[in-house]
């Protein structure tokens, strides 16, 4: 048996999404038709996001941050030539999407670099430098007869 390591923030942020996409659907009487699989990871000096987002056309990809939740909202569009009479099998998804995500703790948010290759977007959320514990040293002073110190 595989032992998996347990990340609440994972859990937490599938509840996020759920609930906005179903506050998106009823306030916005707006329909998502699919959503992006996205990956997260972390590296020494940055969180990385790599969406799939394969026939999309960069420009239609709308990436926000607003109170530490980055947003990725596009649409693709449906644009074959194709008679619908002729199609055995459609199963790409079309439309609009939107994936919100909660950034953790530390992250410079306002420095975000976004790049798209092969149909993955990837972004590159760098953290902020781990504060390293400094050192003093503690200055002795020394102590001559008759009251007088000496450094």
Avoid at 84 to 92: F, K, L, N, S, T
Wanted: aromatic share 8%.
């Amino acid at each position: 048996m595989a032992i998996i390591r347990w990340d609440p923030f994972r859990e937490m942020t599938q509840v996020q999404n759920q609930f906005n996409r179903l506050v998106d659907q009823v306030w916005n009487n707006r329909q998502e038709s699919w959503l992006p699989a996205v990956d997260v990871f972390d590296t020494p000096e940055a969180v990385v996001l790599k969406a799939e987002l394969a026939g999309m056309d960069p420009g239609d990809i709308q990436i926000e941050v607003e109170d530490n939740v980055l947003t990725i909202k596009g649409e693709r569009k449906f644009e074959e030539n194709v008679d619908e009479e002729r199609y055995y099998r459609v199963e790409r998804r079309f439309g609009s999407f939107q994936r919100s995500l909660a950034l953790p703790q530390g992250v410079k948010a306002d420095e975000i670099a976004a790049s798209y290759e092969d149909g993955i977007l990837t972004l590159t959320v760098p953290k902020v430098p781990e504060q390293k514990p400094q050192r003093i040293e503690v200055q002795v002073k020394k102590t001559i007869a008759a009251g007088k110190t000496e450094k």
